[in-house]
């Protein structure tokens, strides 16, 4: 065989046509739970062994950062706040979440995040939009928050900005991609604690100059995957806010509850 032989690009080709492939595939396939892929009636829909596993966060919670209490709270729950949000308030206004994030739920969240389980984007989006409509009601603009270019490039794409897209469809709130830039690439925050993320965070995100007006006197909702700390959350908000915004709320699929 020749050593120029046109084959050499063989890999290649055959890496898109098996992207292909996939696509055609995952259009035809019946759909499957994006937790164990047990077939399922519709897409993003669990079924039902995983569902019962979901711990799906309700009231009565923090009416700022949505932790829920483990305690009934007398009258009014409408607005009540965690000790943490007394002490100092988060930048956003509120921050809702689906589900507690823990053993099932980061399964779920790491299968879409790395594990090109893309498919599952959708369905998980739809639950945000019935979890936040409170949010996405009030909202004027969509946002994700912001990856740095070179995850973006390993990772292949943006799940917060995958979920914010579908998001914006099932509730017809307009989505702007790119609201905020990622200016530099942090540390994995994985290990950090609260303050450590907040510092690790500082001077991570800009706002693009581009969209000055769009942001003007808006109500912005910022979605994200998961909510850990909420320092990600808060920093990307008080980006908006200098930059404009009238207020921001923050969505999330999964949520971080410390038990102790
Ligand atoms: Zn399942
Ligand atoms: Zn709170």
Redesign the pocket.
């Known amino acids: 065989m020749p050593q120029t032989d046109p084959a050499i690009n063989a890999p290649e080709k055959l890496q898109a046509l098996k992207r292909l492939a996939s696509h055609v595939l995952n259009a035809l396939l019946p759909p499957q739970?994006p937790?164990?892929s047990?077939l399922v009636e519709e897409v993003g829909m669990?079924?039902g062994?995983?569902w019962k596993q979901v711990d799906f966060l309700t009231p009565p919670m923090c009416s700022a950062c949505g932790l829920p209490f483990a305690f009934e709270v007398e009258g009014d729950a409408g607005d009540v706040l965690c000790g943490a949000c007394v002490r100092a308030r988060p930048p956003y206004d509120r921050a809702r979440a689906v589900m507690i994030y823990g053993d099932f739920s980061r399964k779920l969240v790491l299968a879409f995040k790395h594990a090109d389980r893309t498919d599952t984007g959708p369905g998980l989006a739809r639950w945000m939009a019935r979890t936040g409509r409170e949010l996405t009601l009030d909202a004027d603009i969509i946002t994700p928050v912001a990856l740095h270019w070179t995850r973006l490039f390993q990772r292949r794409y943006n799940q917060a900005a995958l979920l914010a897209g579908v998001l914006g469809r099932e509730t017809g709130v307009p989505v702007v991609q790119d609201l905020l830039i990622r200016k530099r690439k942090t540390p994995p925050q994985g290990r950090l604690g609260a303050a450590g993320r907040r510092r690790n965070l500082k001077g991570a995100f800009r706002f693009n100059a581009r969209h000055l007006e769009t942001v003007k006197g808006k109500r912005v909702l910022l979605v994200d995957d998961v909510l850990t700390t909420g320092a990600t959350a808060s920093a990307s908000a008080v980006v908006l806010l200098r930059a404009g915004a009238r207020a921001v709320d923050v969505l999330t699929l999964a949520r971080v509850v410390r038990t102790t």
Request: hydrophobic share 25%; glycine share 0%; with cysteine.
């Open positions: 739970c937790s164990c047990a669990l079924c062994d995983c």
